[in-house]
């Protein structure tokens, strides 16, 4: 569904912003994209739930390199902001100022991010999966909200392989904006992209007197 709706935004911004060219920019990121993939590593596919992440990134550099870096960083932002406009009715469903959904969403997320660790030592005992993420779950023990780490980042890691770090602020903003469908607030004070070898993640209700109070420093 994720997919769908990315390449769907994807062809509005190129409707907009390229008229007349969309067609030809689109075959030539059909071909440009396998040619990224092939360059990146194995972290699973399908079976890593994270594995999207890295693709998605793929599939947008395949129109940055398709527009000869026309298609930039902002050109994310605005994608992301249509995104957003998309799955604003999620933003009912999701509202952790409810504390009912937020005990819900946690124990859902949670109880999946703790599979998706186990899968991760499991896959890495075996030497597979080897660039992924690494996760911490829950590594306050806080009660407010939700938290977990990221170890690593296959995404960061490409793009300062292969020359795309300038793209890298634009898509760590995601996070913000997933935080913003779920009535939270991120903190996060570290990112990969920024140097540190983990990202951290604290979404809090965006009413809580932690959002509101904070004023610490956040990426």
């Not at 030539?28 to 092939?38: D, G, H, S, Y």
């Not at 292969?162 to 890298?168: H, K, N």
């Not at 993640?201 to 956040?218: L, P, R």
């Amino acid at each position: 569904m994720l997919e769908k709706l990315v390449k769907k935004a994807i062809k509005k911004y190129l409707r907009k912003h390229f008229p007349g060219e969309e067609k030809s920019i689109i075959k030539r990121a059909e071909q440009i994209f396998p040619k990224l993939v092939a360059k990146a590593p194995n972290i699973g596919g399908k079976e890593n739930s994270l594995a999207s992440n890295l693709e998605m990134f793929l599939l947008f550099l395949s129109y940055y390199e398709a527009t000869d870096h026309r298609m930039s960083g902002e050109a994310i932002d605005e994608i992301i902001a249509d995104l957003y406009n998309s799955l604003q009715w999620l933003s009912g469903l999701m509202n952790i100022n409810k504390k009912g959904v937020l005990s819900i969403l946690r124990n859902a997320l949670y109880k999946s991010y703790r599979k998706y660790a186990q899968l991760v030592e499991k896959k890495r005992a075996k030497g597979e999966w080897l660039e992924t993420w690494g996760m911490i779950v829950d590594p306050n023990e806080s009660s407010e909200g939700f938290a977990f780490t990221l170890v690593g980042c296959p995404i960061a890691d490409y793009a300062a392989k292969y020359g795309y770090m300038d793209l890298m602020p634009h898509m760590c903003a995601l996070d913000h904006t997933y935080a913003k469908l779920m009535h939270a607030k991120l903190i996060r004070t570290h990112t990969v992209a920024t140097g540190a070898d983990s990202c951290d993640y604290w979404y809090v209700s965006d009413q809580s007197e932690t959002a509101k109070n904070y004023k610490g420093i956040i990426v």
